[in-house]
């Protein structure tokens, strides 16, 4: 058998199977898109605060990655901490809002959060207030938030529970469309 044929042989076979291999690589390290959208920007550890059209501090908001859809011009965040200062009546708290997932609509006027949600309120004018929820969608230039959920409500003395939650950030009146049940919790002296 002729030297050449068996080198040209074991050549061409070589590059098939490099050819192969790079072939069959390249498809695992293809990273999907995730549901087919594109980010225009991606932040990384991040902190951002949004202004009112009146140029007053909307929220703030902290987070480990927020990715900004380019058609919607909506934001997606994992884990979000949003901080909500105080509105411009006396006697309003900040509050901290935080979340396992989060949307920020294109013009910043709503924030949904979804997953253990968490707001507590600073208690600097009033007693601090603790809300517990899946579920909440805000609106921080009304001072406004809604939830269709269970939401339970912790202040010093008292637990409140109760489906479907209309609550003003700025005075912490709130109200429920059902299931309310009241406990009260005598405070330690």
Known sequence: MNWRAITTTLLLLGAIVSGWSVWNQRNK??????????FDYVLIDFELTALN??????FTLRAPRLARDPEQKTMEIATPLFLIPPGERTGSDAWEVRSKEGWVSAEGDELRLRGDVRGVSSGLTSPATTMTTRELNIFPDKRRAHSQGEVVITR???????RGLQLDLATKQYSFKSEVHHRYVPTAR
């Open 29 to 38: 390290d293809a990273v999907p898109a995730a549901r087919g959208v594109h």
């Open 53 to 58: 059209p009146l140029g007053r501090e909307s």
């Open 156 to 162: 010093p003395g008292s637990i409140l529970s109760g």
